[in-house]
């Protein structure tokens, strides 16, 4: 008897260390259905927008609000297809924290990280964004894009610096908050470079710096911009061009776009939308470079079609070691799609066309997110669309991969606690047997 809860206690014992062992692992969970909450600071509010989650079949979202890390509180509901909104029922200098959870009928996902935003808090601005310089003769025209946080109060300025041959950078100019600056009366074969800093009412940004570059008199200016197209919608015509195939040793940064033989608009991208137009026009386009003005496009006609596009597309993603890849279901009559994309969901431009229902897109920065919307054409008319969806560029895939890692290392956590005991109880069992008759002692 003695023996045999000795035993049992041994038993007993390692099944209980083997418990504790498997509850000390971390556990791993799929986060397919959770979805990926931002909060960013605006002058009027704090926008909040979320990715979908990679698992389908979302009826909604819950957004929860706090002042602390433990105090979260029921803030507002969405249907699934929204998916950003500005909370504007904030005071000056209070943080404030948000979860998002997405609804599967009536499941609801676990809550995502806290995204913690402190509202009016004054900061100086992030550098800017996307410097570049173009070379022309004696000249040098540099670009930027405004900064992606401005501290929270507006950009005053721009602060440009310029080294000659590897020197140390001198402010040349101070350029107000045009995102433009000409730099004349350079060496022509002398190596420059620039750096562009971004002012607020609380300090300077840090700079952003350029590529070497070297004004040259041997640059003529661009060709004719390629393949230019309309497209026609409810009381507007959208043009859309190709970079000209000769851009004359220095690429062009500006595009000038005439209507009826009249100059119209400049634009930095290749696409203008025409809100202006009363049923039709002749449109065409002009490259410019650091040279000049290039020769004009072929001129096309552009009428509007009356037709209110609707936006009834679903349009689905998934992320791929940095790439993101979007899909969408075939429309009726279309003969080809839009794809709109920008890092500022009310600023999207034509991005890509294709006859197909789906598009990679690789040209991605890690940790930036990007905003998509799909457009349908039946001919030259815009005819549907999809609604405007955030997604965010990761290094690491996210997609239905990680859910079956997920349930592979729990399933194999689950048989190792089962085929302890199995073993434990066997040994036990084998410890218990009667022996056989033995034989007697003489």
Same mark, same amino acid.
């Given at each position: 008897?003695?023996?045999?809860?000795?035993?049992?206690?041994?038993? *007993?014992?390692?099944?209980?260390?083997?418990?504790?062992?498997?509850?000390?692992?971390?556990?791993? @969970?799929?986060?397919?259905?959770?979805?990926?909450?931002?909060?960013?600071? @605006?002058?009027?509010?704090?926008?909040?927008?979320?990715?979908?989650?990679?698992?389908?079949?979302?009826?909604?979202?819950?957004?929860?609000? =706090?002042?602390?890390?433990?105090?979260?509180? #029921?803030?507002?509901?969405?249907?699934?297809?929204?998916?950003?909104?500005?909370?504007? +029922?904030?005071?000056?200098?209070?943080?404030?924290?948000?979860?998002?959870?997405?609804?599967?009928?009536?499941? /609801?996902? &676990?809550?995502?990280?806290?995204?913690?935003?402190?509202?009016?808090?004054?900061?100086?601005?992030?550098?800017?964004?996307?410097?570049?310089?173009?070379?022309?003769?004696?000249?040098?025209?540099?670009?930027?894009?405004?900064?992606?946080?401005?501290?929270?109060? @507006?950009?005053?300025?721009?602060?440009?610096?310029?080294?000659?041959?590897?020197?140390?950078? $001198?402010?040349?100019?101070?350029?107000?908050?045009?995102?433009?600056?000409?730099?004349?009366?350079?060496?022509?074969?002398?190596?420059?470079?620039?750096?562009?800093?971004?002012?607020?009412?609380?300090?300077?940004?840090? =700079?952003?710096?350029?590529?070497?570059?070297?004004?040259?008199?041997?640059? /003529?200016?661009?060709?004719?911009?390629?393949?230019?197209?309309?497209?026609?919608?409810?009381?507007?015509? $959208?043009?859309?061009?190709?970079?000209?195939? +000769?851009?004359?040793?220095?690429?062009?940064?500006?595009?000038?776009?005439?209507?009826?033989?009249?100059?119209?608009?400049?634009?930095?991208?290749?696409?203008?939308?025409?809100?202006?137009?009363?049923?039709?026009?002749?449109?065409?386009?002009?490259?410019?470079?650091?040279? =000049?003005? =290039?020769?004009?496009?072929?001129?096309?006609?552009?009428?509007?079609?009356?037709?209110?596009?609707?936006?009834?597309?679903?349009?689905?993603?998934?992320?791929?070691?940095?790439?993101?890849?979007?899909?969408? +279901?075939?429309?009726? @009559?279309?003969?080809?799609?839009?794809?709109?994309?920008?890092?500022?969901? /009310?600023?999207?431009?034509?991005?890509? *066309?294709?006859?197909?229902? +789906?598009?990679?897109?690789?040209?991605?920065?890690?940790?930036?997110?990007?905003?998509?919307?799909?457009?349908?054409?039946?001919?030259?008319?815009?005819?549907?669309?999809? /609604?405007?969806?955030?997604?965010?560029?990761?290094?690491?895939?996210?997609?239905?991969?990680? #859910?079956?890692?997920?349930?592979?290392?729990?399933?194999?956590?689950?048989?190792?606690?089962?085929?302890?005991?199995?073993?434990?109880?066997?040994?036990?069992?084998?410890?218990?047997?009667?022996?056989?008759?033995?034989? &007697?002692?003489?």
């Amino acid at each position: 008897m003695k023996g045999s809860l000795g035993n049992a206690g041994k038993l *007993m014992m390692l099944v209980l260390c083997m418990l504790i062992l498997v509850s000390s692992f971390p556990r791993v @969970q799929g986060s397919t259905d959770v979805p990926e909450l931002r909060a960013t600071l @605006q002058d009027e509010g704090i926008l909040l927008d979320w990715n979908a989650p990679i698992k389908s079949g979302v009826t909604g979202y819950v957004i929860y609000r =706090g002042f602390g890390e433990d105090q979260r509180h #029921l803030y507002m509901e969405f249907k699934s297809d929204v998916t950003s909104h500005t909370d504007t +029922d904030v005071e000056e200098g209070r943080t404030y924290y948000y979860w998002i959870t997405a609804l599967f009928g009536s499941t /609801e996902s &676990p809550c995502s990280p806290a995204e913690t935003v402190t509202f009016g808090e004054r900061n100086i601005p992030t550098p800017p964004r996307d410097l570049k310089v173009h070379p022309g003769d004696s000249t040098v025209v540099l670009t930027w894009e405004s900064p992606l946080d401005n501290g929270n109060r @507006q950009i005053t300025n721009y602060r440009i610096f310029r080294s000659k041959d590897g020197g140390e950078y $001198q402010q040349v100019f101070t350029s107000g908050t045009v995102l433009e600056y000409r730099d004349t009366s350079l060496q022509n074969g002398v190596s420059y470079r620039y750096m562009v800093k971004a002012k607020n009412i609380v300090g300077m940004s840090e =700079g952003v710096e350029s590529r070497e570059v070297k004004p040259s008199e041997n640059l /003529e200016v661009p060709g004719t911009p390629r393949n230019v197209r309309c497209f026609s919608g409810k009381d507007f015509v $959208q043009l859309i061009w190709d970079e000209p195939e +000769d851009d004359g040793g220095t690429p062009a940064f500006l595009y000038n776009v005439y209507r009826d033989g009249e100059f119209l608009v400049d634009v930095r991208e290749r696409y203008y939308v025409d809100e202006d137009v009363f049923s039709s026009a002749i449109y065409s386009v002009r490259a410019v470079n650091a040279v =000049g003005e =290039g020769k004009e496009s072929i001129s096309v006609n552009g009428e509007v079609s009356g037709i209110v596009p609707e936006t009834t597309i679903s349009l689905e993603h998934s992320v791929r070691d940095g790439s993101i890849r979007l899909k969408w +279901d075939e429309v009726g @009559q279309a003969t080809g799609f839009i794809i709109y994309r920008g890092v500022d969901p /009310e600023n999207l431009y034509p991005y890509h *066309m294709t006859e197909k229902n +789906d598009f990679t897109d690789s040209d991605t920065e890690v940790d930036r997110r990007y905003y998509y919307r799909v457009a349908a054409l039946e001919d030259r008319a815009l005819v549907d669309g999809s /609604e405007v969806i955030g997604v965010t560029s990761l290094e690491v895939s996210r997609d239905d991969s990680s #859910l079956d890692l997920s349930r592979i290392l729990n399933i194999l956590l689950i048989s190792l606690v089962i085929g302890g005991v199995a073993a434990a109880i066997l040994f036990f069992v084998h410890r218990r047997k009667p022996k056989g008759p033995q034989e &007697p002692i003489v």
